[in-house]
């Protein structure tokens, strides 16, 4: 079982955030900080499957679980990062149930999905654990490490987000709260009564269909406040923010 499931089973609280700066450095460094997971962004940051790799073996490395946002919902969009070991696949500007059932058979083996089987990185092409197990004992292992995660952050996918939830094959739901607000026309406005509610109404989905829920969060005083709320997993912030407040916070606290 994929290691942030079995966090969240155990009543834990996987805490994680982006990574846009590019660089296994990058990484390396986050894996002294006591964060549980990181996503490596190939919608907005710089990333290909290449250096997407370099962050995944980083991750590895360092002890945090690699998730990728993906930038396509497209063949080689899923499964060639899949296949280079990241840990589950966050897949923005979801707007329809269709998008998610392309998406289960993209990314997830037979019987649930379509995925093209080979041997390669994640299980060391083929010469690592479960490689030596029978064919469909390892398409089944490997549908459950590799965590597919549809992001909520479009008035349709909001529309739709029961259907969605329950899809064989979805394992969680990332829900995306600035573009949220921004498709429901309150850009911004997080405490908007009608955003709440589109929150609550994505965590009675994935609860009732035994899923798992993830948060984005540019502000730390609310990672508390999404774990009260009922949220498994929360992404505070990304990298290079985090960089540049820290040191902005330290230049006003030195010069005045």
Same mark, same amino acid.
């Given at each position: 079982?994929? %290691?942030?499931?079995?966090?969240?089973? =155990?009543?834990?609280?996987?805490?994680?955030?982006?990574?846009?700066?590019?660089?296994? #450095?990058?990484?390396?460094?986050?894996?002294?900080?006591?964060?549980?997971? @990181?996503?490596?962004?190939?919608?907005?940051? *710089? /990333?290909?499957?290449?250096?997407?790799?370099? $962050?995944?073996?980083?991750?590895?490395?360092?002890? !945090?679980?690699?998730?990728?946002?993906?930038?396509?919902?497209?063949?080689?969009?899923?499964? %060639? !990062?899949?296949?280079?070991?990241?840990?589950?696949? @966050?897949?923005?500007?979801?707007?329809?149930?269709?998008?998610?059932?392309?998406?289960?058979?993209?990314?997830?083996? =037979?019987? @649930?999905? %379509?995925?093209?089987?080979?041997?390669?990185?994640?299980?060391?092409?083929? /010469?690592?654990?479960?490689?030596?197990?029978?064919?469909?004992?390892?398409?089944?292992?490997? #549908?459950?490490?590799?965590?597919?995660?549809?992001? $909520?952050?479009?008035?349709? $996918?909001?529309?739709?987000?029961?259907?969605?939830?329950?899809?064989?094959?979805?394992?969680?739901?990332?829900?995306?709260?600035?573009?949220?607000?921004?498709?429901?026309? @309150? *850009?911004?406005?997080?405490?908007?009564?009608?955003?709440?509610?589109?929150?609550?109404?994505?965590?009675?989905?994935?609860?009732?269909?035994?899923? /798992?829920?993830?948060?984005?969060?540019?502000?730390?005083?609310?990672?508390?406040?999404?774990?009260?709320?009922?949220?498994?997993?929360?992404?505070?912030?990304?990298?290079?923010?985090?960089?540049?407040?820290?040191? %902005?916070?330290?230049?006003?606290?030195?010069?005045?």
């Amino acid at each position: 079982m994929n %290691k942030l499931v079995e966090m969240v089973r =155990a009543g834990r609280k996987p805490l994680g955030t982006f990574v846009e700066l590019g660089g296994a #450095n990058v990484v390396e460094a986050l894996g002294q900080t006591g964060l549980d997971f @990181i996503i490596v962004d190939n919608e907005h940051g *710089p /990333f290909d499957v290449e250096s997407s790799l370099e $962050c995944i073996r980083a991750a590895e490395g360092a002890g !945090l679980t690699p998730l990728c946002r993906v930038r396509e919902l497209s063949r080689p969009g899923i499964m %060639k !990062l899949l296949d280079q070991g990241a840990a589950g696949l @966050i897949v923005p500007f979801i707007e329809t149930v269709d998008q998610v059932k392309d998406l289960v058979a993209l990314g997830k083996y =037979a019987p @649930i999905g %379509k995925r093209g089987f080979s041997g390669s990185r994640k299980d060391r092409w083929s /010469f690592a654990h479960p490689g030596g197990l029978p064919l469909q004992e390892q398409l089944d292992y490997w #549908n459950g490490q590799s965590l597919l995660i549809p992001q $909520c952050e479009t008035a349709g $996918c909001l529309e739709h987000i029961e259907e969605i939830a329950s899809l064989d094959g979805v394992d969680g739901i990332f829900v995306g709260p600035f573009d949220l607000s921004i498709s429901l026309g @309150i *850009p911004g406005q997080f405490q908007n009564a009608r955003l709440l509610a589109a929150f609550h109404r994505v965590l009675a989905a994935c609860r009732a269909a035994g899923k /798992f829920s993830m948060i984005f969060t540019a502000d730390p005083a609310w990672i508390r406040d999404y774990y009260a709320m009922g949220f498994d997993m929360v992404t505070y912030s990304m990298d290079a923010a985090v960089l540049i407040q820290g040191f %902005k916070d330290l230049v006003k606290d030195v010069q005045g």
